[in-house]
């Protein structure tokens, strides 16, 4: 990442000056430091790729999960485009290295990242505003999940029109980047509160073990999804989500792509206000069932589990939609989403 345009205005007249004040803040130290060595990011795609075909967990597989479901929705073009940029080491399997960001956040070089990941929003607003919320901890504009995304879009939208952009930016980096960042937007907690970190200072008890609420939707509900329905395969859990595209969710796949399906490209101001709509979505879903009955000490069981999962599988479905969508535009010349 060479530079960070983001903080499109809410108003019209702060537009040059946030775009500006944007643009300087990418020549310090936060987005420069793009530039890891080769052998220690090919070291981190290698931790992952054993990661990701051991033993998994939520996290990963809910980002395998949601990358899994898009490439299903990618048009040739998009297919051709995706497999030139990914490492080697991914074999053409954009899914394989979902959970890349959040293996290399691990690695000093990368901890700048980590604010990119979610949302801080007020106690109890169940509301989601860009200029309020999108920061880091520092106070720093734009350093969220939806900055993020915002910032990865653009950096592929614009070196696909201008082939000479292309020596400004990673190009492989930001895919890996923009895939696993649609997949975090759509998990509601992290769109959660500031006082409990987005669940993350909530001790409950998922069953008879002790965890955090934030856990619980990163891992616990899948798991538990997979040890009930799924004999424990990921796989079978993907063949389902996507039956349910096919058929249940078939009349609501248009309404969650981010632009019309007629546009070749989303215009920035347009694909702000979506990612911002995607979390919307969640920290109202986090209000309504993430934190609801699940105060500190308190045992989820089978009551929370069984009217949290159909939220939990519906947002892993919208993210693999969206980011299909997403590349799509970016990559092909007549965008449309169909199934493969």
């Given at each position: 990442?060479?530079?960070?345009?983001?903080?499109?205005?809410?108003?019209?007249?702060?537009k040059?000056?946030?775009?500006?004040?944007?643009?300087?803040?990418?020549?310090?130290?936060?987005?420069l430091?793009m530039?890891?060595?080769?052998r220690?990011?090919?070291?981190?795609?290698?931790?992952?790729?054993?990661?990701?075909?051991?033993?998994?967990?939520w996290?990963?597989?809910?980002?395998?999960?949601?990358?899994?479901?898009?490439?299903?929705y990618?048009?040739?073009?998009?297919?051709?485009?995706?497999?030139?940029l990914?490492?080697?080491?991914?074999?053409?399997?954009?899914?394989?290295?979902?959970?890349?960001?959040?293996?290399i956040k691990?690695?000093?070089?990368?901890?700048?990242?980590?604010?990119?990941?979610?949302?801080?929003?007020?106690?109890?607003?169940?509301?989601?505003e860009?200029?309020?919320?999108?920061?880091?901890?520092?106070?720093?504009?734009?350093?969220?999940?939806?900055?993020?995304?915002?910032?990865?879009?653009k950096?592929?939208?614009?070196?696909?029109?201008?082939?000479?952009s292309?020596?400004?930016?990673?190009?492989?980096?930001?895919l890996m980047?923009?895939?696993?960042?649609?997949?975090?937007?759509?998990q509601?907690?992290h769109?959660?509160?500031?006082?409990?970190?987005?669940?993350?200072?909530?001790?409950?008890?998922?069953?008879?073990?002790?965890?955090?609420l934030?856990?619980?939707?990163?891992?616990?509900?899948?798991?538990?999804?997979?040890?009930?329905?799924?004999?424990?395969s990921?796989?079978?859990?993907?063949?389902?989500?996507?039956?349910?595209?096919?058929?249940?969710?078939?009349?609501?796949?248009p309404l969650?792509?981010s632009?019309?399906?007629?546009?070749?490209?989303?215009p920035?101001?347009?694909?702000?206000?979506?990612?911002?709509?995607?979390?919307s979505?969640?920290?109202?879903?986090?209000?309504?069932?993430?934190?609801r009955?699940?105060?500190?000490?308190t045992?989820?069981?089978?009551d929370?589990?069984?009217?949290?999962?159909?939220i939990?599988e519906k947002?892993?479905?919208?993210?693999?939609?969206?980011?299909a969508?997403?590349?799509?535009?970016?990559?092909?010349?007549?965008?449309?989403?169909?199934?493969?």
């Amino acid at each position: 990442m060479r530079e960070f345009l983001l903080n499109l205005p809410m108003e019209e007249e702060s537009k040059s000056n946030r775009i500006k004040e944007a643009t300087q803040r990418a020549k310090g130290p936060g987005f420069l430091r793009m530039g890891l060595s080769l052998r220690l990011w090919l070291s981190s795609v290698l931790v992952l790729t054993q990661l990701v075909h051991g033993a998994l967990c939520w996290g990963k597989d809910g980002h395998y999960t949601v990358c899994k479901i898009a490439e299903g929705y990618f048009e040739e073009e998009t297919v051709a485009a995706v497999k030139k940029l990914l490492p080697e080491t991914a074999e053409g399997d954009l899914a394989s290295v979902c959970s890349w960001p959040d293996e290399i956040k691990r690695f000093s070089e990368w901890q700048w990242t980590s604010s990119m990941h979610y949302i801080n929003t007020p106690e109890y607003r169940c509301n989601y505003e860009y200029c309020r919320d999108c920061h880091d901890t520092h106070g720093h504009k734009d350093w969220c999940v939806t900055g993020a995304i915002f910032n990865y879009t653009k950096q592929l939208m614009s070196a696909s029109v201008n082939s000479q952009s292309i020596v400004h930016y990673n190009l492989t980096e930001a895919l890996m980047f923009l895939s696993h960042y649609m997949g975090d937007v759509h998990q509601p907690l992290h769109t959660g509160f500031l006082g409990d970190l987005g669940g993350n200072t909530i001790i409950v008890h998922w069953y008879q073990r002790k965890t955090n609420l934030h856990h619980v939707w990163d891992n616990m509900i899948i798991e538990s999804a997979l040890e009930t329905y799924y004999n424990s395969s990921l796989p079978l859990m993907i063949q389902a989500l996507q039956a349910k595209l096919t058929n249940g969710w078939s009349n609501d796949v248009p309404l969650w792509e981010s632009c019309q399906l007629n546009q070749t490209a989303c215009p920035n101001r347009m694909v702000l206000s979506y990612v911002i709509r995607y979390a919307s979505e969640s920290i109202d879903l986090a209000c309504k069932y993430a934190y609801r009955n699940a105060t500190p000490g308190t045992t989820l069981g089978d009551d929370y589990f069984l009217s949290r999962l159909p939220i939990v599988e519906k947002r892993l479905a919208q993210g693999g939609i969206r980011l299909a969508a997403t590349l799509n535009r970016i990559f092909s010349a007549k965008p449309k989403l169909s199934r493969l």
